[in-house]
DNA sequence: GGAGACACCCCAGGATCATGGGGCCAGGAC
DNA sequence: GTCCTGGCCCCATGATCCTGGGGTGTCTCC
């Protein structure tokens, strides 16, 4: 919109292939609010370039002469939190849950068109995570295998109530500390415990726990 | 390329919006190689047009005034395979997650560009998951929460055996059933609780599984 | 207008757990 | 050699939990 708009955002870039990065450099160059960083062919230069520029994202590469950028970005995540895109050709399983197991704020592919591209890199500094549809339908199936399909849940079986106890229970909590949570008497908290207890077949707050988890009433971290 | 390419998928639509749905089959209409199944707005019209009409991916808005896309998809997968994307202005974590859990193929928010919407269509056909930048953020956190960092484990906190001892716990078992299961005196599993406690600083044994599971330590279903 | 489900309150006894103490033995670190 | 850590065993006491019983009031559904 405006003709000089102040640069908000710097970029490093970390690619090994002289062309690509070319390419990315004029991406960001070109873009509005985006700056140049630094930009390296080496995991080694990168480094070096962290001391002095202080870039808000960078653009790695997963497979470099010298490491991997996952590596890179372990080591990164550690020292400051900077925000790592992934750049890579690689679309596999593996690389794609590695990348977002070392810290990755987001995965696309080498063939994602400039705009997006740019639109990626706002977005991640805001806190989002863009994902091509290859990485993402991984991620997803992760997340099928953990949380239960809708219609498994029998939300019937426990009342809202008793629900709520369980969670605070699920978070180590007390029948004391639950009840001043829910404002009622620690009796009343042992009258769900007996009924939940009922329902799901169990005898123990952490069989209970384990049993509701298994069922999907609650949630890995409620 | 070709001035006469054949249509090969068709689109359904789903959409209350009678502004947005002319934008949404004046996109497919357009676009090459997509062609329009129906469009309706309404889950009980959907319903109807799935009956002839057999598209090979479903445009799906998540509020509807007879009800909500998420139960027009869970009826759907019930029925047949086709695919669905979600496409709504609904960003928020419970939202994307119920669709997801309700059989989405996607979700993708209503700013999407044409251009990008065209080939987040076309990628789901091919068995991807396009994701909003914002979808895939609470779906990272999820995996996050399940799958720790490998660096973000401290193996050396807890030792194997008192490891093993809190596993057993989580899964419901007693300090006897553990100890007939670990082959010990019940006492000695009285001994590791103490050192757990100590380690975690907890006083009880959810809040030391609650403790452990944050820390990665042990998994959602060990 | 009762039957049933849910939210809420109270009591009591026996089981289990939390946590303090006491030890023994093996293997690595200093 | 000594120190420390981890695996193993034992005991005792008070706190907490589990589970049986006894109630009240509000809904909704038939």
Redesign the pocket.
């Known amino acids: 919109m405006t003709g000089a708009s102040p640069i908000v955002s710097q970029i490093g870039i970390l690619e090994d292939d002289p062309e690509l990065r070319l390419y990315l450099e004029q991406i960001i160059n070109e873009a509005e609010g985006l700056g140049l960083a630094f930009s390296s062919g080496t995991v080694a230069a990168a480094r070096t370039c962290m001391a002095d520029a202080r870039p808000d994202l960078c653009l790695v590469d997963i497979g470099l002469p010298d490491g991997s950028g996952l590596d890179f970005i372990a080591w990164l995540k550690a020292e400051q939190p900077t925000r790592c895109l992934i750049l890579t050709v690689l679309g596999d399983r593996e690389s794609v849950l590695s990348a977002l197991r070392s810290g990755a704020d987001g995965y696309l592919l080498k063939d994602t068109p400039p705009e997006q591209l740019r639109r990626a890199i706002v977005a991640t500094i805001a806190g989002e995570t863009p994902l091509s549809p290859q990485a993402a339908t991984y991620l997803l199936n992760i997340f099928k295998a953990t949380v239960p399909a809708l219609e498994a849940i029998d939300d019937?079986l426990l009342?809202?109530?008793?629900i709520e106890v369980l969670k605070l229970f699920s978070r180590g909590?007390?029948?004391?500390e639950t009840?001043g949570i829910?404002?009622?008497?620690?009796?009343?908290i042992?009258?769900?415990?007996?009924?939940i207890?009922?329902k799901l077949s169990?005898?123990?707050?952490?069989e209970?726990i384990f049993e509701a988890r298994q069922l999907g009433l609650i949630r890995p971290l409620d």
């Not at 829910?182 to 009343?188: F, I, R, Y």
């Not at 169990?202 to 952490?206: A, E, I, M, Q, Y």
Request: net charge positive; glycine share 6%.
């Open positions: 019937s009342s809202a109530r008793e909590l007390s029948y004391r009840a829910l404002q009622v008497s620690p009796h009343t042992g009258d769900y415990v007996k009924a207890y009922g169990v005898h123990s707050r952490t209970a």
